[in-house]
């Protein structure tokens, strides 16, 4: 497995990271010792980089909990990262958002519990808190960092003056974005910003939430506790203009021996050695089929054809309006 720098601060990890997040939410029903049995294959793979977060716990720290259980057995050699910012009393969950210093330390010490860990190795900020100045959660970041409880700091969902101000204060490490094939909106005015400052780039949802992995029925047919039921990208004339990207994807990848999946990391990791994936799946199969990404070269026509099918991205947007809303894009 290949292993690159994210950012200036020494943060190595894996060229392709886990996420834990389906393991425990938004893709309908799952079950523990899957998910542990595909994180323990993902360190044999040479995977050592691992996502999770508070809010996939929904506060019970159930995801975190089954993070630490899989790889307690070799914890000192993989990277753990975590998030807060989320209030875990606001319903419906992820409605309401707490970044205050007190909270911050409560995650600290309930996310070091849960992970079985004395130190988390990257903490983000979730997502912005309009009742808190970055640089005061900047602030609370860097004490902990100072304290050994945290090694490095990143952030998600955030834009470029919120980046620049944060890093101002605690040096920030990794920004976590949305990133793939179907959602480019991170190209035009976060990466460079990212690049100027030293910040790596943490792409969540590489494959479009299973869209260009070929898991691709309409929306319709989905449980209502799986996000794609109500993902507009599932829906309607949007669903169909996908449908017709990925198939056009497919062939492409065919001609190279490889999946859709895997072209489709290959293309995001030849978008700089500054970037890592965390593609998620509670799958060993599709674990390896993912890692078997890392080993794709793309040639310069490639990379030309995949921009001719998707020029800018899918067609839907990645978030209802109300909560897109709550991401800070400035």
């Given at each position: 497995m290949q292993h690159r720098n994210l950012g200036s601060q020494g943060l190595r990890v894996s060229a392709l990271g886990l996420g834990a997040m389906g393991m425990s939410m938004a893709y309908g029903a799952s079950k523990d010792d899957e998910g542990i049995a595909t994180i323990r294959r993902a360190h044999e793979l040479g995977i050592d980089f691992f996502d999770t977060a508070e809010l996939y716990g929904a506060g019970t720290g159930s995801n975190e909990i089954l993070?630490?259980?899989?790889?307690?057995?070799?914890?000192?050699?993989?990277?753990?990262?975590?998030?807060?910012?989320?209030?875990?009393t606001a319903q419906p969950l992820g409605s309401g958002f707490n970044s205050r210093p007190e909270n911050i330390r409560k995650v600290t010490e309930n996310s070091l519990r849960y992970l079985q860990s004395d130190h988390i190795d990257l903490f983000y900020q979730h997502i912005s808190d309009p009742a808190v100045p970055v640089e005061e959660v900047a602030g609370v970041v860097g004490e902990l960092i100072a304290e050994g409880k945290v090694k490095y700091f990143g952030l998600s969902n955030v834009g470029p003056q919120y980046i620049?101000?944060?890093?101002?204060?605690?040096?920030?490490?990794?920004?976590?974005?949305?990133?793939?094939?179907?959602?480019?909106?991170?190209?035009?005015?976060?990466?460079?910003?990212?690049r100027e400052l030293g910040i790596g780039l943490v792409p969540y949802s590489p494959l479009g939430r299973g869209f260009l992995a070929g898991q691709i029925k309409p929306a319709g047919e989905y449980p209502a506790d799986d996000m794609r039921s109500w993902d507009e990208r599932w829906q309607g004339e949007n669903y169909t203009y996908n449908v017709h990207a990925i198939e056009q994807l497919k062939n492409l990848a065919d001609t190279k021996g490889i999946t859709t999946a895997q072209l489709a990391l290959a293309w995001l990791l030849a978008q700089g050695e500054d970037i890592a994936p965390i593609p998620g799946t509670r799958s060993t199969k599709r674990l390896e089929e993912n890692a078997g990404a890392t080993g794709v070269q793309l040639s310069v026509a490639d990379l030309a054809r995949i921009t001719?099918?998707?020029?800018?991205?899918?067609?839907?947007?990645?978030?209802?309006?109300a909560m897109l809303s709550s991401f800070t894009t400035d």
């Open positions: 993070l630490g259980k899989a790889v307690k057995d070799f914890r000192d050699e993989v990277v753990l990262a975590t998030k807060f910012g989320f209030d875990m620049r101000r944060a890093h101002a204060v605690t040096p920030v490490s990794v920004l976590q974005y949305e990133y793939s094939l179907f959602e480019r909106e991170v190209e035009e005015k976060i990466l460079p910003v990212l001719e099918i998707l020029p800018h991205g899918s067609a839907g947007s990645r978030y209802p309006a």
